[in-house]
């Protein structure tokens, strides 16, 4: 459950920051310019968060770690 918290609160931190940065860059916020750049912003998060995870090792894939004691 834990996990799920955590992703959930990364994807939706950039998702925010790379929407605003889209926001930003744009000269006038239309609607479907707002739109569109949520949905990259909102891919390119999940592509940063399985990135992250990739290089952490703790991919769908990562084998569970045996507790130390």
Same mark, same amino acid.
Not at 27 to 30: L, M
């Given at each position: 459950? $834990?996990?799920?918290l955590t992703t959930? $609160?990364?994807l939706t931190g950039w998702w925010a920051v790379l929407t /605003?940065?889209?926001i930003v860059l744009i /000269?006038?916020?239309?609607t479907l310019e707002w $739109?569109?750049? $949520?949905?990259?912003?909102?891919?390119?998060a999940a592509a940063a968060g399985g990135a992250r995870r990739?290089?952490?090792g703790n991919g769908p894939e990562a084998k569970?770690?045996?507790e130390q004691g």
């Open positions: 459950m $834990a996990r799920w959930g $609160a990364e /605003g940065l889209w /000269g006038t916020v239309d $739109a569109v750049g $949520a949905g990259a912003a909102l891919l390119a990739a290089v952490d569970p770690q045996e």
